[in-house]
């Protein structure tokens, strides 16, 4: 007799790990924030995130993480619809 065992798609896998990541990263960690005169005006917060090495490097960071999910995402849907195609 074989034991039925559930089937879990590994792109499902790999968009959970995706969003629990992505909720990680939205939690506030205050210990690790500058001190300093951030503003109160939108135009000089923009200018303070786009005129910091910390804040740059992790907009870049952000950047290059998103397009490797996407392209992942895109590569394993590519892969699931030949499969299925045939």
Same mark, same amino acid.
């Given at each position: 007799?074989?034991? @039925?065992?559930?089937? *879990? @798609?590994?792109?499902?896998?790999? &968009?959970?790990?995706?969003?629990?990541? %992505?909720?990680?990263?939205?939690? @506030?960690?205050?210990? %690790?924030?500058?001190? +300093?005169?951030? +503003?109160?005006?939108?135009?000089?917060?923009?200018?303070?995130? &786009?005129?910091?090495? $910390?804040? &740059? +490097?992790?907009? %870049?960071? *952000?950047?290059?993480?998103?397009?490797?999910? *996407? +392209? #992942? &995402?895109?590569?394993?849907?590519?892969? $699931? #619809?030949?499969?299925? $195609? #045939?």
């Amino acid at each position: 007799m074989t034991i @039925p065992t559930l089937q *879990v @798609p590994r792109a499902g896998a790999f &968009l959970h790990r995706l969003i629990a990541g %992505l909720l990680a990263t939205g939690v @506030p960690v205050t210990a %690790l924030a500058h001190p +300093g005169h951030h +503003g109160s005006d939108w135009l000089q917060a923009a200018m303070h995130l &786009l005129t910091e090495p $910390d804040h &740059l +490097g992790m907009i %870049l960071l *952000v950047i290059v993480a998103a397009a490797w999910g *996407v +392209g #992942r &995402l895109r590569r394993i849907n590519q892969r $699931d #619809r030949a499969s299925s $195609d #045939r």
